[in-house]
């Protein structure tokens, strides 16, 4: 308030029930300027959300220059996109580019930093590697020629398993290590699908070199060395729930998206797990069935499932259960073109997520959520972030008309209980 406010003194007695309250931003789909990545920092601080994990490299885009590689940003970081978009006005195909400097990298960290919040930068090996290749071919397992995905999904791209690659991706991993002061480094690990390392008779020769039995004990090679390599910087090795095909290295976290079987799998063998279920927390799906929802992923994930997600799973003993490290939020950006929809998928449901990560399991009331909801829009006016208005629309419904009168039924997709009209 203007003039003030007088809080009597009181004693506060709070503590988030878990320590990893997380949201991630998907980078390389679409790129986010440094002040759009700022205003989602700071609301992520007013919801108490504690870690942001930055997906910078994907098949369609490198967005973090490495100084050793800077064909990485120059190369990696344009795509031209799919269909007509990657047509300009001249017939000439449209280019798409972004990447942050090193300088940028760092602004954004102490920026978070000075919100209590620890950035986990995800550099993605052995796939979603197309960008990395187009850049430097001989980190490929093919001659083929690529070039930064112009199209969504999962390719089969991978990076080759020499010895050159593998310093190459410690030089990386060097350089992100020394950008980004948090303990934990993403290094991808999911979808990688194995068919070029199958055909390829230099790869199973590596392999036999290497004592790799099969394409996933290849990959856990390498998610093993990367541990290794990182542990010596005093990091910490996070990856998708893939990287337990083959065998987890020691330390390693995994963050468990197919659901939450890996999760559970991982805490029964002593390992740290952070949720972040497909089915519950990938805030790209869509969440109402309102015509007014822009393009997103088509299943619905309504805010009522984001707020019931329940992080440590019932198969979990107490011991177990002490694994799971928290949950987190992803927002991949494939049908995200500007920020606006970013912030319409992010919001309200990252609040869900918010409340989950901090409120005690027993506090947890979707009816008071959404109660205290309408206090939070006021505030996410108040801080132009532009929130999803398709959660809060009426919706109405023209029944059978029979002996001179209609049934009209008005809906709300929260299941607010009051709903009030005019004629
Ligand atoms: C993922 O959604 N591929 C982690």
Same mark, same amino acid.
């Given at each position: 308030?203007?003039?003030?406010?007088?809080?009597?003194?009181?004693?506060?007695?709070?503590?988030?029930?878990?320590?990893? &309250?997380?949201?991630?931003?998907?980078?390389? &789909?679409?790129?986010?300027?440094?002040?759009?990545?700022?205003?989602?920092?700071?609301?992520?601080?007013?919801?108490?959300?504690?870690?942001?994990?930055?997906?910078?490299?994907?098949?369609?885009?490198?967005?973090?220059?490495?100084?050793?590689?800077?064909?990485?940003?120059?190369?990696?970081?344009?795509?031209?996109?799919?269909?007509?978009?990657?047509?300009?006005?001249?017939?000439?195909?449209?280019?798409?580019?972004?990447?942050?400097?090193?300088?940028?990298?760092?602004?954004?960290?102490?920026?978070?930093?000075?919100?209590?919040?620890?950035?986990?930068?995800?550099?993605?090996?052995?796939?979603?590697?197309?960008?990395?290749?187009?850049?430097?071919p001989e980190l490929g397992v093919t001659d083929a020629k690529l070039a930064p995905s112009s199209e969504w999904g999962v390719f089969q791209n991978l990076f080759n398993t020499e010895e050159?690659?593998?310093?190459?991706?410690?030089?990386?991993?060097?350089?992100?290590?020394?950008?980004?002061?948090?303990?934990?480094?993403?290094?991808?690990?999911?979808?990688?699908?194995?068919?070029?390392?199958?055909?390829?008779?230099?790869?199973?020769?590596?392999? &036999?070199?290497?004592?790799?039995?099969?394409?996933?004990?290849?990959?856990?090679?390498?998610?093993? &060395?990367?541990?290794?390599?990182?542990?010596?910087?005093?990091?910490?090795?996070?990856?998708?729930?893939?990287?337990?095909?083959?065998?987890?290295?020691?330390?390693?976290?995994?963050?468990?998206w197919r659901g939450t079987e890996g999760g559970i799998e991982a805490a029964k063998t002593g390992h740290d797990v952070v949720m972040s279920p497909a089915s519950d927390l990938y805030l790209d799906y869509l969440q109402t069935h309102s015509p007014n929802e822009p393009p997103g992923r088509p299943a619905i994930i309504p805010l009522k499932q984001v707020y019931a997600f329940e992080p440590v799973p019932a198969a979990l003993d107490a011991a177990q259960a002490r694994h799971i490290l928290g949950l987190q939020a992803n927002a991949w950006s494939e049908h995200m073109r500007t920020f606006e929809r970013v912030q319409h998928n992010l919001f309200p449901r990252l609040a869900a997520v918010a409340e989950t990560g901090w409120s005690p399991k027993a506090r947890k009331d979707y009816p008071g959520f959404l109660a205290r909801l309408s206090a939070e829009l006021?505030?996410?006016?108040?801080?132009?972030v532009a929130y999803a208005k398709t959660p809060f629309e009426v919706s109405i419904a023209a029944g059978d008309a029979a002996n001179g009168t209609s049934n009209i039924t008005l809906g709300n997709a929260l299941g607010y209980p009051d709903i009030r009209y005019t004629t």
């Open positions: 308030a203007k003039g003030g406010l007088v809080v009597a003194a009181a004693h506060i007695d709070d503590t988030p029930r878990f320590a990893w &309250r997380g949201l991630m931003l998907d980078s390389a &789909r679409h790129f986010w300027t440094v002040d759009e990545i700022k205003q989602l920092l700071d609301a992520m601080a007013t919801h108490k959300l504690n870690t942001f994990h930055w997906h910078l490299t994907d098949d369609q885009g490198w967005r973090i220059e490495i100084r050793k590689y800077p064909k990485l940003t120059q190369v990696g970081g344009c795509r031209v996109p799919g269909g007509d978009a990657g047509i300009g006005a001249d017939g000439k195909p449209v280019q798409y580019c972004g990447y942050y400097t090193q300088d940028e990298i760092r602004e954004v960290v102490a920026y978070a930093a000075a919100r209590h919040i620890d950035i986990v930068p995800e550099f993605d090996v052995p796939g979603h590697a197309t960008a990395a290749i187009s850049a430097y050159a690659t593998f310093a190459f991706l410690e030089d990386v991993l060097a350089e992100v290590a020394a950008l980004f002061p948090g303990k934990y480094i993403h290094v991808g690990g999911d979808e990688a699908v194995k068919n070029q390392w199958i055909a390829s008779p230099r790869v199973q020769q590596r392999m &036999r070199e290497l004592g790799a039995n099969d394409a996933m004990a290849m990959q856990s090679h390498i998610i093993k &060395r990367l541990e290794t390599f990182l542990d010596g910087k005093g990091k910490r090795l996070i990856g998708w729930d893939e990287i337990l095909e083959g065998g987890l290295p020691p330390q390693a976290t995994v963050m468990s006021a505030r996410w006016n108040a801080q132009g």
